[in-house]
């Protein structure tokens, strides 16, 4: 079983800076993944970042790149998503996700978070 917990969404100006987190709980974190996908009003959901636990591979969306960090802490258990320069075009409900498999792959991902609002504003 794998939970997690997130938080960290909030109100935002355009070219603000904000930070989710999301604690993980599992058996073991071999081949683990966790990442963090976002679903705004009308559109499909879509993998934003994502990391492997063990080793230092990412994977960003593009029109993240350059803006957004993921990270980890492993000894917390806790990945983080760090959202800088953010656009209008961001506002988004945010999910963390996790599961064993590549973190470059949506269908790797079948556990989750609760989602967190994410509102920038113009």
């Known amino acids: 079983q794998v939970q997690l917990v997130e938080s960290g969404g909030g109100l935002v100006q355009a070219g603000g800076s904000l930070r989710l987190s999301c604690a993980a709980s599992?058996?073991?974190?071999?081949?683990?993944?966790m990442g963090w996908f976002r679903q705004a009003p009308g559109k499909e959901r879509e993998l934003v970042a994502g990391i492997k636990w063990i080793g230092d591979s990412t994977y960003y969306e593009d029109s993240v790149k350059g803006r957004f960090t993921i990270s980890r802490a492993n000894a917390k258990n806790t990945v983080y998503l760090q959202m800088n320069s953010l656009k209008p075009e961001d506002t988004a409900v945010y999910y963390c996700?996790?599961?064993?498999?590549?973190?470059?792959?949506?269908?790797?991902?079948?556990?989750w978070g609760q989602g967190t609002q994410v509102t920038v504003s113009s």
């Open positions: 996700a996790a599961g064993y498999g590549l973190q470059y792959m949506s269908n790797t991902y079948n556990y």
């Open positions: 599992a058996r073991t974190f071999g081949s683990f993944a």
